[in-house]
């Protein structure tokens, strides 16, 4: 068996790495893969985003599986365009990717089905927005309507912050077209989580609760970043909790795709606030997160490509999730200058020494082969795992790891899972 893997970061090695564990044992494939995933079968040098190269790579290789790993893809139909040749595609619909790909469908989608989440108000126009803000009580969170790389969410601490936010997005079109429609919701109180659960719009099979650190710096300060860090089980998620997200959260969600005749075979992934009231939605995402996926996928005991596979053929309910009772925790290495900007062709040394310590993994994401090196490509660089008896163990292992690695320029946060053992 094939399997074609799209994308590039920590998050596809974490996917290949899961799917080459496989009894089946699948001749993996990634597009365009880094020096992690070179390890784990062929790199080819397309991007996910040109449907057509994508198109014509799937007729040359003829995998038996494509398997989505970043969002902008589905966004642009690319699960619609591979299904219509006769692929089977891990991916939603791009009708089932609006849920990310704009926040102001997702916000509609989940009034419409009564999901908990946030008021809010939508805007074109900066005046109009500008005067609500004069207008509103209580923090407010200012949100992009389009996909900005996990970076157009502005988490106002004043009026003066979310007015300059909307300056950027509205005036000064911060995130381009990405920016021509903003949200402007309630700021909830509470702690994030994220949930993903597996769907082929009939059944749900979810994942251990996950928690995630988006600032750069301890303390979650500093700017947003696509992720410095994730672990699980998340403890705020007690099995009551969960048991609401499941009831109040996925499966109306899942049922409202299904009245809409929206197509959805893939990762449903909510991002939530655990408030006093209950949780609530703060976004959908339509794949595998990431860093998430890192925290999560090596505790997975399940053949994920019998998962994927059950998925893709709406047979989902054939299969029973199963995990490796220790908690994982993941950090994330990320270059100098991250996240305004990254540094390219640092060589990385202690790879081998971190990955051979027990139960640690460490996946590739901004890394390249250079004259037979890695070598650092991109924001974040990589992401070490580890597994413990209990959260301290595993954060432990983890730094452990993240120790053993060098590069110029490395900066990681201190305090990843901090907040479980608080």
């Not at 900005?148 to 502005?154: D, E, F, H, I, Y």
């Not at 049922?255 to 209950?278: D, N, P, Q, S, V």
């Not at 090596?298 to 998925?311: F, S, W, Y």
């Not at 595993?394 to 990843?416: K, L, P, S, W």
């Amino acid at each position: 068996m094939k399997v074609l893997v799209l994308g590039g970061g920590g998050r596809e090695h974490a996917i290949g790495a899961a799917l080459a564990r496989s009894p089946r044992k699948p001749v993996l494939v990634f597009a365009p893969g880094n020096a992690g995933t070179a390890a784990l079968g062929r790199c080819l040098p397309v991007k996910p985003t040109d449907l057509p190269a994508v198109l014509d790579l799937c007729h040359r290789e003829d995998p038996d599986l494509v398997v989505v790993g970043p969002e902008d893809p589905l966004c642009l139909g690319l699960a619609d365009l591979l299904e219509g040749k006769g692929f089977k595609v891990f991916g939603p619909s791009m009708a089932g990717a609006r849920l990310e790909g704009s926040k102001v469908f997702a916000k509609q989608f989940m009034t419409k089905y009564l999901l908990p989440t946030a008021p809010y108000r939508v805007f074109d126009d900066p005046d109009r927005a500008r005067a609500y803000l004069k207008e509103v009580e209580g923090p407010v969170v200012v949100k992009a309507d389009g996909l900005c790389a996990g970076k157009g969410v502005v988490v106002a601490d004043d009026s003066a912050e979310a007015l300059a936010a909307v300056e950027d997005m509205l005036v000064r079109r911060a995130f381009g077209d990405a920016g021509a429609r903003i949200l402007i919701e309630e700021r909830l109180q509470g702690q994030e989580a994220s949930v993903l659960a597996v769907t082929d719009g009939r059944t749900i099979a979810v994942l251990d609760p996950l928690q995630d650190h988006k600032r750069i710096f301890d303390g979650d300060r500093g700017p947003n970043t696509g992720g410095m860090g994730a672990y699980g089980p998340a403890p705020i998620v007690t099995p009551r909790v969960m048991e609401q997200i499941e009831r109040d959260v996925l499966v109306p969600a899942v049922h409202g795709l299904g009245r809409e005749r929206i197509r959805y075979r893939g990762i449903l992934f909510a991002g939530l606030m655990i408030t006093k009231g209950g949780p609530r939605v703060l976004e959908f995402n339509c794949r595998f997160g990431d860093p998430e996926t890192q925290a999560v996928l090596p505790r997975l005991r399940t053949d994920l490509l019998e998962v994927m596979l059950a998925t893709v053929e709406e047979r989902l309910s054939e299969v029973e999730m199963e995990w490796d009772p220790r908690p994982a925790v993941c950090v994330v290495m990320a270059s100098a200058g991250y996240p305004a900007s990254a540094e390219h062709g640092v060589p990385v040394e202690g790879l081998e020494e971190a990955a051979a310590r027990p139960d640690t993994f460490v996946f590739h994401a901004g890394t390249a082969m250079q004259d037979g090196r890695v070598v650092t490509a991109g924001g974040r660089v990589l992401g070490v795992t580890a597994l413990g008896a209990d959260i301290a163990a595993a954060r432990d292992a983890a730094y452990g790891g993240v120790h053993c690695i060098r590069f110029r320029g490395a900066q990681f946060r201190n305090d990843i899972a901090e907040k479980a053992l608080r």
